[in-house]
């Protein structure tokens, strides 16, 4: 059993953006020590096995009206991104915030994911 005072240690597996972001906000609790485990890292050289700091990662919420867990998990994922990219926070050098716009055949005016999605 461990001491009162010591931190819980978490291994997070993988190194793309799932498990950094993941370790990442882990450690954002002083009550834990994070170990990264995985296969290939940001700074290995390139390869087509870990595409994530080359290639990125786009967080885009799809339609899930009929889904309302898979709703509440896309919302949490894109505020988590949203405020792991603030400015105003060391994490935010990892991120790049890029204007979208989508151009649909039809429009759609039920669409639930965009009443969380900042102008």
Not at 1 to 20: E, F, R, T
Not at 46 to 70: C, F, L, M, Q
Request: proline fraction near 5%; charge should be negative; charged fraction near 25%.
């Amino acid at each position: 059993m461990s001491a009162p005072n010591q931190k819980k240690h978490v291994v997070v597996l993988g190194a793309g953006v799932i498990g950094l972001t993941t370790a990442l906000v882990i450690q954002q609790s002083t009550d834990y020590q994070v170990t990264i485990i995985a296969e290939h890292f940001a700074t290995d050289p390139k390869s087509i096995r870990y595409t994530s700091h080359w290639a990125g990662a786009h967080n885009v919420p799809a339609e899930s009206k009929n889904d309302p867990k898979k709703a509440k998990l896309e919302q949490e994922t894109f505020e988590t991104m949203l405020e792991l990219s603030d400015a105003t926070i060391e994490s935010e050098r990892y991120f790049l915030r890029v204007p979208q716009t989508d151009y649909h055949e039809s429009a759609d005016t039920n669409v639930d994911f965009l009443s969380f999605m900042p102008d």
